[in-house]
């Protein structure tokens, strides 16, 4: 893992994060991991704070859980739920707190495709590290323009904007082409920094992602250029040559203002 971060940050990198994604007692328990979570988080945070430095940041990557406070998992009963809010505020809590044993500088909400879940970990942030800033990134599934469970940006951005996020963004799902007018949306509506991490191109038909690092680049390049963009960065198929490559297409470029 250290070897990994190093990569990404000796392309240019700012902000690594943790690879802690899955590291939740929910997440674990699918594997009989819950007593390790702990430990996870604590070392994968420490790993990406000695790879940074006091120079460059450490997001603790908090994903989205294999369960939904949205959605019934049983499709003969709407009204079942897996797993309960206070569950779920308390699994993120859980991960929080060692996150910030570890040494992150904030908390990176990603993958977001179902913003209750999201609303879980906001209070469990609020209740044990009201300290650490907020990174809340959503997933828009299709090209509907709709999360997973069925929210608008517009709505997604109402949902969450009580929380007071250092920075609202789009990742994962679609590629940089794909994801343009809704990064454009956001950029509209936010009244904090806006990011962007998008695939490297929708994948194949084997699971894998074609998009260069030029490819890649260029668009983010174009969104900077728009206005849209605080902070620009890759997800899913992307590798230290796209963060190479993003780096440089937007060094020296201003970045978005606030809207009024």
């Known amino acids: 893992m250290r070897s990994i971060h190093d ?3 000796d392309a240019g ?4 994060t943790t690879n802690t994604f899955t590291a939740t007692s929910i997440a674990q328990a699918d594997y009989g991991l819950e007593a390790a979570v702990r ?3 604590v070392e994968g945070a420490r790993i990406a704070r000695e790879a940074a430095g006091p120079e460059r940041f450490v997001a603790g990557s908090i994903g989205p859980l294999n369960v939904a ?5 049983k499709v003969d009963d709407p009204s079942f739920r897996a797993k309960t809010f206070d569950e779920v ?6 991960q929080m707190l060692a996150l910030v044993e570890g040494g992150v500088d904030l908390f990176m909400l990603e993958t977001i495709f179902d913003t209750l879940n999201a609303k879980a970990a906001i209070v469990a942030a609020r209740e044990v590290a009201p300290q650490v800033p907020l990174w809340i990134s959503v997933t828009i599934v ?3 323009g709709r999360t997973l469970s069925g929210q608008t940006l517009e709505a997604f951005w109402v949902s969450i904007e009580h929380a ?3 920075i609202v963004g789009i990742n994962c799902a679609l590629g940089a082409r794909e994801m343009r007018p809704y990064v454009a949306e956001l950029s509209r509506l936010a009244t904090c920094l806006v990011s962007c991490h998008p695939n490297a191109g929708l994948p194949n038909a084997f699971g894998g992602y074609d998009e260069t690092p030029e490819v890649t680049s260029g668009l983010l390049q174009e969104f900077a250029e728009a206005g849209f963009l605080n902070i620009a960065g890759s997800c899913c198929g992307s590798t230290p040559e796209h963060t190479a490559a993003i780096a ?3 060094a020296g470029l201003p970045p978005r203002a606030f809207p009024a």
Do not use: F
């Not at 406070?69 to 998992?73: E, G």
């Open 13 to 16: 990198a700012v902000i690594t």
């Open 142 to 144: 299709d090209l509907s």
């Open 7 to 9: 990569r990404y940050l």
């Open 248 to 250: 440089a297409a937007v």
């Open 39 to 41: 430990e996870m988080n």
């Open 164 to 166: 007071k996020p250092l």
């Open 89 to 94: 505020k308390e699994a993120y809590a859980e």
């Open 69 to 73: 406070l949205s959605l019934s998992p």
